[in-house]
């Protein structure tokens, strides 16, 4: 934990230190709290539901998301914007339904992405990156490609419908889905190694509640078909969902 703090925290000053113009443009944006029920890991053996905080903050062209991680505008020009991100991806403990695997380290996302965003209610974008600090083995390189659409639906009411698809490469994809040998003869998982490709579908449904002045309520269903290699897995097919749910809801509060 300590070193996935420590790569998160530098990536933050770093930055931080490149858009001067942000924090002299002050925080805009919604940051709150809530929880989430969802897989504990992405073969989907088992669910949690687990308190998570909520940000869609904006510091002049540095942005920190939820779902997208701390991001900088280096290029942002007639809706277009291009730059660094740095996230984080949950790792994995094995036990329990995947007993007799290894545990997977938490890791840092590093890489950049691209967006289209002519207007504030619609986007299309494109990210490219590697999950470094893993354990021998684990890691590799990730992205993933989709859009999102917001529209009013009276009363205050914001809904918004978006599209995204991951993809991995062989060694990102191992490290989740993929079975050894040793580790067959622990867990009772047929042994099975993973390609690259794409790895899941993600639907996701979302609507903002007004509640008060600068408050809302924050509700999300998400919809995860893995795909490819990613549905192939031993661990998958054994004991884990190919079809995946994900439900989330938060009260935020709104900076102007």
Same mark, same amino acid.
């Given at each position: 934990m300590f070193r996935?703090?420590?790569?998160?925290? &530098?990536?933050?000053?770093?930055?931080?230190?490149?858009?001067? /113009? /942000?924090? /002299?443009?002050? @925080? &805009?944006? *919604?940051?709150? /709290?809530? @929880?989430?029920?969802?897989?504990? *890991?992405?073969?989907? &053996?088992?669910?949690?539901t687990t308190p998570v905080p909520y940000f869609d903050l904006d510091w002049g062209d540095v942005s920190l998301g939820t779902d997208d991680g701390l991001t900088w505008s280096a290029l942002n020009t007639n809706g277009f914007s291009a730059g660094p991100y740095i996230n984080y991806l949950s790792g994995r403990t094995a036990n329990g339904a995947l007993g007799g695997l290894r545990d997977v380290s938490s890791m840092a996302e590093v890489g950049g992405f691209v967006q289209y965003a002519p207007a504030d209610f619609w986007r299309v974008y494109a990210q490219l990156g590697r999950a470094v600090g893993g354990g021998h083995d684990q890691g590799g390189v990730l992205g993933k490609v989709g859009g999102e659409l917001g529209y009013p639906l009276g009363g205050g009411i914001i809904g918004s419908s978006g599209l995204m698809a991951h993809f991995a490469d062989a060694r990102q994809t191992n490290t $989740? $889905?993929?079975?050894?040998?040793n580790e067959a003869a622990a867990s009772g998982y047929r042994p099975y190694n993973a390609s690259g490709g794409f790895q899941n579908v993600t639907f996701t449904q979302s609507f903002e509640f007004p509640l008060a002045a600068k408050w809302s309520l924050l509700t999300s269903a998400s919809w995860v078909h893995l795909v490819g290699s990613a549905a192939d897995s031993s661990i998958v097919k054994q004991t884990g969902e190919v079809n995946q749910g994900q439900v989330q809801t938060a009260i935020s509060y709104k900076f102007d």
């Open positions: 996935i703090t420590s790569v998160v925290f &530098t990536g933050l000053l770093g930055l931080c230190s490149v858009s001067s /113009a /942000a924090l /002299a443009d002050g @925080i &805009t944006g *919604e940051v709150g /709290a809530g @929880i989430s029920y969802q897989p504990k *890991e992405p073969t989907g &053996t088992r669910y949690q $989740f $889905f993929g079975v050894d040998n």
